[in-house]
């Protein structure tokens, strides 16, 4: 694939408004118009966004939406990049085996919130370990889609309240 198609596949064109911006009129080869190109693929979290709201209910589960915007940027930024070349040889091998570019994202990103954990963690970045997780997608995505799926439908205040009710019993 080109180099047209792997930018593409970062950030593809789009046309709209967001914000009263014409979406048409952005340079996704600039971080900070990315980012609003980015946002714009996530209605769902603009009102979030703008209110600073650190997690939300959607689809069943609890999200941080500035979170969620920071690992697609990440994500995009590796494609636009090139760097490291295998997140692009993994979006292009997830995408043949039938998964759609959004999921794809996803899963690119799962692995990116994995070195950024490791990381703050006081692990140095491992280009072995990465280039390992991507080779195990998408079958330990697939192993953690289900895992837990109460957990994941309740944010962090409502997991406390669960133990608080447990531990007064």
């Given at each position: 694939m080109t180099d047209a198609q792997r930018l593409a596949f970062a950030c593809p064109p789009v046309q709209g408004e967001w914000d009263e911006i014409d979406l048409?009129?952005?340079?996704?080869?600039?971080?900070?118009?990315?980012?609003?190109?980015?946002?714009?693929?996530?209605?769902?979290?603009?009102?979030?966004?703008?209110?600073?709201?650190?997690?939300?209910?959607?689809?069943?589960?609890?999200?941080?939406?500035?979170?969620?915007?920071?690992?697609?940027?990440?994500?995009?930024?590796?494609?636009?990049?090139?760097?490291?070349?295998?997140?692009w040889q993994t979006a292009q091998r997830l995408t043949a085996a039938g998964y759609d570019r959004h999921e794809v994202l996803h899963m690119l990103g799962s692995v990116v919130a994995g070195e950024v954990w490791r990381s703050l963690a006081g692990d140095a970045h491992d280009i072995e370990r990465m280039r390992s997780e991507l080779d195990a997608l998408p079958e330990s995505w697939e192993s953690r889609r289900d895992e837990v799926p109460l957990e994941r439908s309740r944010n962090r205040a409502e997991r406390r309240a669960e133990e608080r009710r447990r531990h007064n019993r």
């Open positions: 048409g009129l952005l340079d996704p080869a600039d971080e900070d118009e990315r980012r609003t190109l980015i946002e714009a693929e996530h209605p769902e979290f603009r009102g979030a966004i703008e209110d600073d709201v650190p997690e939300i209910h959607t689809g069943g589960r609890v999200v941080s939406p500035n979170l969620h915007i920071a690992m697609h940027e990440i994500v995009a930024n590796q494609l636009w990049a090139d760097e490291p070349p295998e997140v």
